[in-house]
């Protein structure tokens, strides 16, 4: 084979390794959801399906999906309502190929990787502002924009977080901030680390920050009208979202694959280190109540961003300083 070869079939298995990711970790993050609020609201039901600890609770779910008859409303703008699942979707999988999460293991090793996963998982909102927008629907119209008003809110303390452990380690690079952390890394981007955390669990439009997708308020905001597969996509994109920021977490605050163990285990080190983090983000949905919106956006300019810019300007003055 040829160099050229070579380079073509390493392409094209580094995309397959990203693809099968992509398709089995957001459903084990969904399997996980059931059991962990199952446990924590008594609610038993998913428990029992199929036998040995509900097991075949995901599989019930995606035959639920399946059978569920896809319906296009009438006045809605059928190439859009058509489109907006993917593009919800299709980012997560875009950012997910720069992240990486053993050495060498990354589907493009991209300079400035931090950069890229932030462009490209903030366009999965145009997935909701379509969705809402295409369905001729008030309450879909709705819970878009609350949507795009969340995203501006909360994507500036997101980006001053990651520009924070950028600048500590010196690089834009994901792969380049592993090889610069060190033990006390968390300790000193901590206020870092818990903006981005929040502001994560915000841009994925989760509880408590769910206001685009009040059923109390809005009935189901943009997805009101999607059912079926369309809306399993839309699901999914959550829980790609979740495994993407648990993830992009563990590399920037808590050393990625770098552990104690040998060399080898390093993807296995990502992944004990990323399955805290998505613990987490699904017991705040069981946890906390659903903010209002004026209170949304006041943590966000008031609270998240002051401390965020504190931050930034702490590590500048300690880099400059060493």
Sequence with gaps: MTGLDLTVVEIVLRSAAVLAAFLVLPLLVGQMEHKVMGHMQGRLGPMYAGGFHGWAQLVAD???????????????DRRLF????????????????????????????????????????????L??????????????????????????????PLVLAVAS???????LSLTGIIDAWSPVWLLWQLPAALVFLVAAVAELNRPPFDMPIADAEIVMGPFTEYGGLRFAFF???????????????????????R????????????????????????????????????????????????????????????????
């Design 259 to 322: 552990g104690p163990a040998p060399a080898w285990t390093g993807w296995l080190w990502t992944l004990l280190k990323a399955l805290p983090v998505a613990f987490l983000i699904i017991w705040m949905r069981v946890a906390w109540p659903r903010l209002r919106e004026d209170q949304l956006q006041r943590l966000a300019w008031l609270g998240l961003v002051p401390v965020a810019l504190g931050q930034l300007a702490l590590t500048a003055v300690v880099v400059v300083a060493l």
């Design 127 to 156: 997935g909701m502002l379509v969705a809402g927008w295409a369905s001729a629907n008030k309450y879909s119209l709705i819970g878009g924009m609350r949507s795009a008003a969340q995203l501006l809110a909360y994507e500036l």
């Design 235 to 257: 699901l999914l994109a959550e829980y790609a979202g979740i495994v993407l920021f648990s993830v992009l977490f563990a590399v920037l605050f808590l050393g990625g694959w």
């Design 62 to 76: 995606g035959v639920k999906f399946i059978q569920k008859e896809d319906l296009t409303p009438a006045a809605a």
């Design 82 to 125: 058509r489109i907006a699942p993917a593009l919800a979707l299709v980012p997560y999988l875009v950012a997910m190929a720069v992240v990486p999460v053993h050495p060498g293991w990354v589907a493009a090793d991209v300079p400035a990787s931090a950069l890229f996963v932030l462009v490209a998982s903030g366009v999965s909102i």
């Design 165 to 171: 452990v950028c600048l500590a380690a010196g690089t």
